[in-house]
Nanobody, 113 residues
């Protein structure tokens, strides 16, 4: 139900843009943001955004990442700039579907130094 795209490999200092779109039941799915699992760490919230556009960020990505949404397309984007090797990991889109949380399949981001 959540389709993620935009991951890949990039050199340190580079940029990537992740996208998450609800592929079905789009009126019942509210995409909330992005999480990631990096080597040696638990999954952590990277950035979140409400339907009204209020955002929240992990301290380590503030000033480098920008989350945005297109409500008409039910799509949320994560613009990632000044990437470092510490950003390497699997990124997951998170959404609410009724009273449940749902997750994308995860997308790999690899930053080489």
């Amino acid at each position: 139900q959540l389709v993620e795209s935009g991951g890949g490999s990039v050199q340190a200092g580079g940029s990537l843009r992740l996208s998450c779109v609800a592929s079905e039941d789009i009126f019942s799915i509210q995409i909330k943001g992005w999480y990631r699992r990096t080597p040696g760490k638990e999954r952590e919230m990277v950035a979140s955004i409400t339907r009204a556009g209020t955002t929240n960020y992990l301290d380590s990505v503030k000033g480098r990442f920008t989350i945005s949404r297109d409500n008409a397309l039910n799509t949320v984007y994560l613009e990632m700039n000044s990437l470092s090797s510490e950003d390497t990991g699997v990124y997951y889109c998170n959404a609410a579907h009724g009273m449940y949380d749902i997750w994308g399949q995860g997308i790999q981001v690899t930053v080489s130094s």
